[in-house]
């Protein structure tokens, strides 16, 4: 079964707008973690929030859980054309060995 | 943020050469995990090491396939026999942040079999 579907695929937004990325998982989780990853580069740890928090901020960055619904937000407020890269949630399952169960990521464009 | 800094960088290598890539953490890990990531596809987990030994692999991490810490800091993942299919992206991440329970990962070794 696929685990960490991120939705949507592609997002291009304007300098200054908001981006918000959804996350959706299938299994239980013991923690959620968004990385970003320019293209071709090294993949950047951005944020874990915990299966029994509801939401966490770092800097520009805001992340909800659901796990009733068993899907995560990102947000990015006041989108840089430096943000310009690709999103991915990875999930720690539950009774596993911590291994990190990655979507197929979101590409986000900021356009200057 | 723990570094970790991966070698080579891009190794090219022919169809059924053995290749080595090299994982090496700044500072002392027990915990370590090797993931790959084929070109427009998303990362896949291959193993983790845990005190010496694998501690889960998956599907992919076949007979091919081994891990080694030869001299206690390095950590090295070894393809004994490369496949068109195994070009990709290789990452090895380590534990690190507040509750050592992020995972930091290293910048890769991107390699092509032709």
């Known amino acids: 079964s696929q685990q960490g579907e991120e939705d949507p695929q592609a997002l291009s937004i304007q300098e200054g707008e908001n981006a918000t990325m959804n996350c959706s998982y299938k299994t239980s989780i013991n923690n959620l973690q968004w990385y970003r990853q320019n293209s071709g580069r090294g993949l950047v740890h951005l944020i874990l929030i915990r299966s029994n928090e509801r939401e966490k901020h770092s800097g520009r960055l805001r992340v909800t859980l659901d796990t009733s619904k068993k899907s995560s937000s990102l947000l990015i407020t006041a989108s840089r054309a430096a943000d310009t890269a690709s999103y991915f949630c990875?999930?720690?399952?539950?009774?596993?060995?911590?291994?990190?169960?990655f979507g197929k990521g979101t590409k986000l464009t900021v356009n200057p | 943020e723990p570094e970790v800094t991966q070698t080579p960088s891009h190794q090219v290598t022919q169809m059924g050469q053995e290749v080595i890539l090299r994982c090496v953490p700044i500072s002392n890990h027990l915990y370590f995990y090797w993931y790959r990531q084929i070109l427009g596809q998303k990362v896949e987990f291959l193993v983790s090491?845990?005190?010496?030994?694998?501690?889960?692999k998956s599907e992919i991490f076949d007979d091919q396939f081994s891990v080694e810490r030869p001299d206690g800091s390095n950590f090295t993942l070894k393809i004994r026999s490369t496949k068109l299919e195994d070009s990709a992206m290789y990452f090895c991440?380590?534990?690190?942040?507040?509750?050592?329970?992020?995972?930091?990962f290293g910048p890769g070794t991107r390699l092509t079999v032709t």
């Open positions: 990875a999930t720690v399952v539950q009774g596993g060995s911590e291994k990190l169960v």
């Open positions: 090491f845990y005190n010496n030994e694998i501690s889960e």
């Open positions: 991440a380590i534990f690190g942040g507040l509750a050592r329970r992020e995972q930091y």
